[in-house]
């Protein structure tokens, strides 16, 4: 696997990049070409924050934790990996489940629950063009998470959201 590390306030050693490049190896047995990770060290206050991201034919696996030390964390992220990873193979595998199953997990136990929830309320709604600043006022008003709206200025359906550190990101949607 292809590792790219990319510093944020935050000076990566070379031993914990060799042990990052070794247990990200461990993960290689789940792909059948070359994926790439990005990992992204960063430092936030007293909290050493590690993202991992990786990438094998337009599909992303990703994984964002933080505490006091960036050895602690590849512990905390690479079980959030290897569950994302399985759950995906796992569906396309469904028929050869057994196969699966003889897999020797690296760092989880057992293997997740993977049955999806099931779609309790559906909603069919208009869009009208507004603008982004409406959008804003209407996620407020609202008090949701996130805002579908037709962007006035696009022509393009765009979903605003509200991100963990309480600040927006949007998405635009091409058809």
Do not use: W
């Amino acid at each position: 696997m292809k590792v790219t590390f990319v510093e944020k306030k935050f000076k990566i050693a070379k031993r914990f990049k060799d042990v990052m490049e070794e247990k990200l190896a461990k993960l290689d047995k789940y792909f059948n070409e070359t994926a790439s990770a990005r990992v992204v060290c960063s430092k936030q206050d007293k909290a050493e924050k590690l993202e991992v991201t990786i990438s094998i034919k337009g599909l992303i696996y990703r994984s964002e934790v933080s505490s006091l030390n960036m050895y602690e964390n590849i512990d905390l992220a690479l079980p959030k990996l290897e569950k994302q990873i399985v759950r995906n193979r796992e569906k396309a595998i469904q028929k050869k489940r057994t196969a699966a199953k003889d897999f020797g997990f690296e760092f989880l136990e057992e293997l997740p629950e993977l049955k999806l929830p099931d779609i309790s309320k559906k909603k069919v709604f208009d869009l009208d063009p507004i603008t982004l600043e409406d959008a804003k006022d209407g996620i407020e008003r609202l008090g949701h998470n996130f805002y579908i709206f037709l962007n006035a200025e696009t022509g393009k359906v765009n979903v605003l959201y509200r991100r963990n550190d309480n600040k927006y990101g949007l998405i635009e949607v091409n058809y």
